[in-house]
């Protein structure tokens, strides 16, 4: 992690489920966007991230895209309309400049690459919620959290051609290998020449990140800016979720200063604790 650093908001999902919001599926942190009551929690959390020191929010689009809905496809725009525009609020009640991403998430599980739709599907509906965060008004397009080179690079291609600044991140295994098995280096050559702003790693154990981002680092050069936002733990099939050391926002501190990336921040289970601690020691 170097000084000059571009600082991204952490969690969502996470901390409206700690806040009291049901997070259920399968529109899990989507629900917040359906009451008054979410709306206003949401709208703090981007307040606290930001009082913290995020430079970037994340708006709550994760699950706001049709697939995810289910049976309430036809809410998709609507609902991303309204988690684009609670960050945006966010924004204007701090008073400060901040930037907004919209969420670009894998259509199906983020950890089951066996599930990516075919190409005709990836294009079309990937295609249908850029445009839904486009017209929200999003600064930048954040396509995160994915587990195999062909839906990123399809959801690259759509995202490039809006004009939108767009980032790539993935998730990889303990090896520091895409969930799919592909290496991040292969994946730096089919998404650079697509012209993205940035690639790199989230959504693993914050000690696991360093591998795969010294891995874009020697494909990408000294300059080409990598983006890090790691997990406090992990999921067991036996235990469930088991917290690591990154818990503790001074040792996620710590593994983020191994990492060389110029845009980082928090996934799964980090708070605005974590992001401060960020600031604080960047």
Partial sequence: MKC????????????LNRRGVDTGLPMWSANALT???????????????????????????????????????HAARELTRRAVATAQEAVAQFGQPAQVAGSVAPLEDCYRPDLVPPDD????????????????GVDLLLIETMNSIREAVIAAQLATITGRTTWVSFVCDREGRILSGE?????????????????????????TLAKPLAEL??????DFPLIAYGNIGYADEAQGWIN??????????????????????????TTPEHIRRLRQGG
């Fill in 35 to 73: 009451t008054d009551t979410g709306l206003n929690v949401l709208r703090q959390i981007h307040l606290d991230y930001l009082n913290a020191g995020a430079d970037v929010l994340t708006a709550n689009t994760f699950r706001t895209h049709r697939r995810a809905l289910a049976g309430k496809g």
């Fill in 244 to 269: 690591t050391d990154a818990v503790n926002p001074d040792s996620y501190l710590q593994y983020a200063q191994t990492w060389p990336a110029q845009i980082v921040g928090g996934c799964c289970g």
């Fill in 217 to 222: 680092r020697a494909i990408c050069g000294p």
């Fill in 121 to 136: 599907e990836c294009r079309a509906e990937h295609s249908e919620r850029i445009q839904h965060l486009v017209e929200a």
């Fill in 183 to 207: 290496s991040v280096a292969v994946a730096a050559g089919a998404l650079l020449p697509l012209g993205v702003k940035a690639l790199g790693v989230n959504c693993g154990p914050a000690h």
């Fill in 4 to 15: 000059e650093l571009l600082l991204l908001d952490g969690a969502t999902g996470t901390e």
